[in-house]
T-cell receptor, first 116, second 115 residues
Framework: GAGVSQSPSNKVTEKGKDVELRCDPI?????LYWYRQRLGQGLEFLIY????????KSGLPSDRFSAERTGESVSTLTIQRTQQEDSAVYLC??????????????FGQGTRLTVV | AQSVTQLDSHVSVSEGTPVLLRCNYS??????LFWYVQHPNKGLQLLLK??????LVKGINGFEAEFKKSETSFHLTKPSAHMSDAAEYFC?????????????FGSGTRLLVRP
């Protein structure tokens, strides 16, 4: 597709259930980011993938959160045993090879997760 | 570590008047800086980016920002606000750690435009 695609766009889940969020980056983009945006707040970095390098997981808030990416394609963010504080919009972004710091990141529309 | 501080959580202007959204950065090396805009129920869109080629950066929709190293600032301006400019604006710095280039977002400034 032309842009970053995320699915589902909305997800309501019961507390304690596991959820999986999907991100399809722009074709050819080697860098992929996941961010979390709580209501009325800024973006919180979660994880960064760049090609075959080890991902930067420094932003994952707990061991309930994990993410995978195969090569330069789809990424999935998994949240286990969801809690109400996990309710947020989860945003994915991708960018071209990041060898300089000023590469633009393109964002998807996000997945709005509500834990009830 | 790199960081950005957006000094105002909300800015309200009248349509047709100038816009100033303030951003200060902290960086141990020459930073890469961006401004993104988020309209309600829409994705984030890049407004402009500082590439070190020029200190005054022009972006889309008439916005521009000036990089001032002496003041560690990267304020966003527009000469004349339009109703469609009402949105959330984020100042962003790129933080390099080894092979990681994560983007660090400010807390955001909500721009309100009064008719």
């Amino acid at each position: 597709g032309a842009g970053v695609s995320q699915s589902p766009s909305n997800k309501v889940t019961e507390k304690g259930k596991d959820v999986e969020l999907r991100c399809d980056p722009i074709s050819g983009h080697t860098a992929l980011y996941w961010y979390r945006q709580r209501l009325g707040q800024g973006l919180e970095f979660l994880i960064y993938f760049q090609g075959n390098s080890a991902p930067d997981k420094s932003g994952l808030p707990s061991d309930r959160f994990s993410a995978e990416r195969t090569g330069e394609s789809v990424s999935t963010l998994t949240i286990q045993r969801t809690q109400q504080e996990d309710s947020a919009v989860y945003l994915c972004a991708s960018s071209l090879v990041v060898t300089v710091l000023n590469t633009e990141a393109f964002f998807g529309q996000g997945t709005r997760l509500t834990v009830v | 570590a790199q960081s950005v501080t957006q000094l105002d959580s909300h800015v309200s202007v009248s349509e047709g008047t100038p816009v100033l959204l303030r951003c200060n950065y902290s960086s141990s090396y020459s930073p890469s800086l961006f401004w993104y805009v988020q309209h309600p129920n829409k994705g984030l869109q890049l407004l402009l980016k500082y590439t070190s080629a020029a200190t005054l950066v022009k972006g889309i929709n008439g916005f521009e920002a000036e990089f001032k190293k002496s003041e560690t600032s990267f304020h966003l301006t527009k000469p004349s606000a339009h109703m469609s400019d009402a949105a959330e604006y984020f100042c962003v710095v790129s933080d390099r750690r080894g092979s990681s280039y994560k983007l660090i977002f400010g807390s955001g400034t909500r721009l309100l435009v009064r008719p």
